[in-house]
């Protein structure tokens, strides 16, 4: 999993050598709790607030990698087009910092199946980026542990992770792969 500040201070409102003390008591925190350190390189941006000083202070932090939304930040920062055109599903670098983008509009699609398996927007989706010219794409989905509480999501996510796994044309990899280098895009 990736880092993040204890008790997810908003970077904005905090200085920089702050948000570094607190982010080596969350890495510290956590090591004894799950008994290894959480990435070394991804940083989960505290409710995602983003702008350049928080992006500055992650790098600052020695991060290379940090989370950005779709619409509310590629979208405000570099428009619509870019959004919802290649951009807003690329490892994109800004200032110092490489950012994931969540793709807002797709998450809750894993819990939910059309004919057992992923819905048709999902569908389309995976289709037009896995046929498009640009091959260096990620569709990163965010979801709460809260949402496989219930059954029915948990059943439904299931089936679509068991959908993406089948499809050779699609491949499946955390955060932590792609920031390690450790996968290969299609060419």
Known sequence: GALTVLAVQILPYVASAYAQVNIALDNEF???IYGQAPSSQVFWTPERVSNADV???VSDAGFTYSFVDQMRHIFKWFGRSSAL????YRVNQIGR???FVINDGVSSQLFTNTDN???ILLRQLLSRKARDGTQDQVVTFVNQWEDCSVKANADAYDKNIWWLAIHPWLQIFTLDQIATAAVTFNA
Do not use: E, F, P
């Not at 055109?85 to 807003?88: A, I």
């Open 117 to 119: 398996v992923a819905t």
């Open 55 to 57: 992006l500055q202070k």
């Open 85 to 88: 055109g290649s951009d807003g």
């Open 30 to 32: 956590r090591t004894s």
């Open 97 to 99: 910092t490489k950012t």
